[in-house]
């Protein structure tokens, strides 16, 4: 019977503050990768943001009032300037929508943000 109790008291909560420690450890390494490039606008605060495949994205030439480069979001159909370019060769969107107080990601939130390669148009 000790020894359960030892299993339980002792090393239980070793293991949660574990889980815990990363957990935090990786919501941190998420909010300062996108605070490197992404302004706090585009959510990911809420953690809103995260990598999607280039299929999910198709260039659709400038706009002419100020040359930005303008995407297709195929899950959405929404046509969108990017706001900037990834820090990689990988493609971020930033979307969800406000759920009660809470924010949650569905495939059809609103962009609030996009980012993509430089040679990417």
């Avoid at 990911?44 to 299929?55: A, D, G, Y």
């Avoid at 046509?79 to 990834?86: A, E, H, K, T, W």
Wanted: charged share 20%; glycine share 6%.
């Amino acid at each position: 019977m000790r020894f359960f109790a030892w299993i339980i008291l002792g090393v239980l909560p070793m293991l949660l503050a574990l889980l815990v420690f990363s957990v935090s450890a990786s919501s941190s390494e998420y909010a300062e990768f996108f605070k490197s490039f992404a302004p706090e606008h585009c959510c990911w605060t809420n953690q809103c943001c995260f990598e999607v495949p280039r299929s999910s994205v198709i260039g659709q030439g400038r706009r002419a009032a100020d040359n930005k480069p303008v995407w297709r979001v195929e899950p959405t159909g929404e046509v969108i300037p990017r706001n900037g370019p990834s820090p990689n060769d990988r493609y971020y969107r930033c979307a969800c929508d406000q759920v009660g107080s809470g924010y949650k990601f569905t495939p059809t939130s609103r962009t609030r943000c996009l980012f993509t390669p430089d040679e990417a148009m």
